[in-house]
């Protein structure tokens, strides 16, 4: 990127951020990155509780007398926020035992491949286009399968034993220690572990496999304080798990023997309605606020920290509570049909717009669509098991409109979706049982 320079026209368009001395004063000036007289310590962050997570970093005793005070003055501050907001309280979560408890035990270890400079779960990592084969749900080489099954038997079946434990909870646990990673690995493996068995006529282990990669999904979305990435998470697990079954596992069992009713239920297809994800939009704002964004808009040593953290605070916690009060009793219909809530953020400086921003308060991005749109997969998949069992093909339980059901190619997509909305879903192959 060209500095700025008066005899360099080019660079003049970054000039713009010079607006910030209007509305900042002498903050935004010391800020502001053309400023000879800022001085950057190396490896500063720019970025908003950036300075945080140094001084968490660090093993100096004053640096951790630091961070404690830094988050006792953020929940503190939470507490006076939630006792002008008493909607958004939320229960904690329920106590599980480490040995039932599959979130903990996830995390565990996550956070021991991450200490351990790992980047897969695995000593053998996938190939490249075990990758790819995985993502766009193609045939892969059996023999190549099978012998990365058998090399990493160990981690598969550690994983395996995690997503079948029966609990989940994130009691005791903050939202700086849950470590998240390797999900869609974890799904891989279990994956590739029930086509193993199938091909080798092992239906009871490769059905555990499958529940094992709902258990997965479960230790996230099933928690008592889920935030929204918890959930996204796991309907995307759980998604990549119900496209294998259709697309590589059922079609390897003998034909005219599959009990489609067993694996309908093994796959657990529910849809989530709106006010269960008023739930985590509360959940989220319960857990992130205390946590991370207060003390972090506490720290004044913060480059990143806006001036006016205060309204920031009160910005995002009002369109927390807007959005989730927007999703309670809502039917799907209803709330894909919905417009975004939008709460004033003209009020805010230039750096905590930005924030705004940042957090989905903008028209940017509209985490709503996530929700529906995997409510949409879920229903397209329960028609698929309809057909699959003789039955006509059903509704689309969102909108109540027709699939589009090609008999001859054996091809089911969503109907054209209102608003001319297009959720990037690929036609679903419905298996000849």
Same mark, same amino acid.
């Given at each position: 990127?060209?500095?700025?320079?008066?005899?360099?026209?080019?660079?003049?368009?970054?000039?713009?951020?010079?607006?910030?001395?209007?509305?900042?004063?002498?903050?935004?000036?010391?800020?502001?990155?053309?400023?000879?007289?800022?001085?950057?310590?190396?490896?500063?962050?720019? *970025?908003?509780?950036?300075?945080?997570?140094?001084?968490?970093?660090?093993?100096?005793?004053?640096?951790?007398?630091?961070?404690?005070?830094?988050?006792?003055?953020?929940?503190?501050?939470?507490?006076?926020?939630?006792?002008?907001?008493?909607?958004?309280?939320?229960?904690?979560?329920?106590?599980?035992?480490?040995?039932?408890?599959?979130?903990?035990?996830?995390?565990?270890?996550?956070?021991?491949?991450?200490?351990?400079?790992?980047?897969?779960?695995?000593?053998?990592?996938?190939?490249?286009?075990?990758?790819?084969?995985?993502?766009?749900?193609?045939?892969?080489?059996?023999?190549?399968?099978?012998?990365?099954?058998?090399?990493?038997?160990?981690?598969?079946?550690?994983?395996?034993?995690?997503?079948?434990?029966?609990?989940?909870?994130?009691?005791?646990?903050?939202?700086?220690?849950?470590?998240?990673?390797?999900?869609?690995?974890?799904?891989?493996?279990?994956?590739?572990?029930?086509?193993?068995?199938?091909?080798?006529?092992?239906?009871?282990?490769?059905?555990?496999?499958?529940?094992?990669?709902?258990?997965?999904?479960?230790?996230?979305?099933?928690?008592?304080?889920?935030?929204?990435?918890?959930?996204?998470?796991?309907?995307?697990?759980?998604?990549?798990?119900?496209?294998?079954?259709?697309?590589?596992?059922?079609?390897?069992?003998?034909?005219?023997?599959? *009990?489609?009713?067993?694996?309908?239920?093994?796959?657990?297809?529910?849809?989530?309605?709106?006010?269960?994800?008023?739930?985590?939009?509360?959940?989220?704002?319960?857990?992130?606020?205390?946590?991370?964004?207060?003390?972090?808009?506490?720290?004044?040593?913060?480059?990143?920290?806006?001036?006016?953290?205060?309204?920031?605070?009160?910005?995002?916690?009002?369109?927390?509570?807007?959005?989730?009060?927007?999703?309670?009793?809502?039917?799907?219909?209803?709330?894909?049909?919905?417009?975004?809530?939008?709460?004033?953020?003209?009020?805010?400086?230039?750096?905590?717009?930005?924030?705004?921003?940042?957090?989905?308060?903008?028209?940017?991005? *509209?985490?709503?669509?996530?929700?529906?749109?995997?409510?949409?997969?879920?229903?397209?998949?329960?028609?698929?098991?309809?057909?699959?069992?003789?039955?006509?093909?059903?509704?689309?339980?969102?909108?109540?409109?027709?699939?589009?059901?090609?008999?001859?190619?054996?091809?089911?997509?969503?109907?054209?979706?209102?608003?001319?909305?297009?959720?990037?879903?690929?036609?679903?192959?419905?298996?000849?049982?």
């Amino acid at each position: 990127m060209k500095p700025f320079s008066l005899v360099n026209p080019g660079s003049w368009r970054r000039m713009g951020d010079a607006g910030e001395l209007i509305d900042e004063g002498y903050d935004a000036l010391m800020g502001w990155e053309y400023n000879p007289w800022r001085k950057i310590r190396t490896g500063e962050s720019l *970025d908003l509780g950036g300075h945080l997570g140094s001084l968490r970093q660090s093993d100096r005793p004053e640096d951790k007398a630091e961070v404690e005070r830094l988050e006792k003055l953020g929940r503190e501050w939470y507490e006076r926020i939630l006792a002008r907001y008493p909607d958004l309280a939320q229960a904690g979560d329920k106590e599980v035992p480490l040995k039932e408890n599959g979130f903990q035990q996830w995390s565990e270890l996550v956070k021991r491949l991450r200490e351990e400079k790992k980047d897969s779960l695995f000593e053998k990592p996938f190939s490249r286009e075990m990758e790819d084969s995985f993502r766009k749900q193609t045939p892969q080489d059996p023999a190549e399968v099978r012998e990365w099954v058998s090399e990493n038997r160990a981690r598969i079946d550690e994983i395996r034993a995690i997503g079948l434990l029966p609990g989940q909870s994130a009691q005791g646990i903050g939202d700086d220690e849950r470590n998240y990673g390797f999900d869609s690995q974890g799904i891989q493996a279990l994956v590739m572990d029930a086509q193993t068995a199938v091909a080798d006529g092992d239906l009871d282990r490769s059905m555990e496999s499958i529940r094992a990669a709902n258990g997965l999904a479960d230790h996230h979305s099933k928690i008592g304080t889920p935030t929204v990435y918890d959930t996204l998470i796991a309907a995307h697990m759980r998604s990549q798990t119900q496209n294998h079954v259709l697309s590589t596992i059922l079609p390897a069992l003998p034909s005219g023997q599959t *009990d489609v009713a067993a694996w309908e239920a093994l796959l657990d297809l529910k849809l989530q309605q709106p006010a269960d994800f008023a739930r985590t939009l509360r959940s989220e704002w319960n857990v992130r606020m205390p946590a991370r964004l207060l003390p972090a808009m506490s720290d004044t040593r913060d480059p990143a920290n806006p001036p006016d953290a205060d309204h920031l605070a009160e910005t995002y916690t009002r369109h927390m509570q807007e959005t989730a009060k927007q999703a309670d009793g809502m039917s799907l219909a209803d709330y894909a049909a919905s417009p975004k809530v939008m709460v004033p953020v003209d009020h805010l400086s230039r750096k905590a717009h930005g924030e705004a921003m940042s957090l989905g308060i903008g028209p940017a991005y *509209d985490i709503r669509s996530r929700f529906v749109g995997d409510q949409e997969l879920t229903g397209l998949t329960q028609a698929a098991f309809a057909i699959m069992k003789g039955r006509p093909v059903p509704l689309d339980p969102v909108y109540g409109l027709p699939y589009k059901w090609d008999p001859e190619k054996r091809t089911l997509a969503l109907p054209d979706l209102p608003g001319g909305r297009k959720f990037r879903q690929k036609p679903l192959t419905v298996p000849r049982m």
